[in-house]
């Protein structure tokens, strides 16, 4: 499965991504979000620039520079949060763009030791706590 890049959210920044995600900035070739739904502190998605559906997809040096990206998300992450892992989760079955989950998991927070849930719809925060958390990944990228 193929999707049309005018149907996609992340190539169109529709309503849809926006009520989803923030985007925190760009990377090499990729940008950055932070989850509105923060069940899991500190959650991002980072989004390849280009309509590409799977990794296998990239030539050699654009895998290399998207997986330098996310990297640079996880050791801010790492660094802003302390999470006890990062989860990554690179699902794309109805979505067909290029994009990888990076969810926090704490000892005692949501599904430590098991599988992250999609959209748990449970935390949400002031425009000011969106604006610390984005903050702190910042200063750690």
Do not use: W
């Amino acid at each position: 499965m193929y999707s049309d890049p005018k149907q996609c959210l992340y190539c169109t920044n529709n309503e849809t991504l926006q009520s989803l995600m923030i985007e925190i900035c760009h990377l090499r070739v990729s940008r950055l979000f932070l989850f509105k739904e923060q069940s899991y502190r500190g959650r991002c998605l980072v989004a390849y620039d280009q309509h590409v559906n799977d990794l296998n997809e990239l030539t050699d040096e654009e895998r290399n520079a998207f997986m330098a990206d996310v990297a640079q998300t996880t050791r801010a992450m790492q660094k802003a949060f302390n999470p006890e892992k990062i989860n990554y989760g690179a699902y794309s079955d109805k979505l067909c763009h290029l994009h990888f989950h990076l969810v926090p998991k704490y000892v005692d927070g949501l599904d430590y030791g098991g599988v992250f849930q999609m959209n748990p719809g449970k935390e949400y925060c002031t425009e000011e706590e969106y604006a610390e958390l984005i903050a702190k990944i910042k200063e750690n990228l």
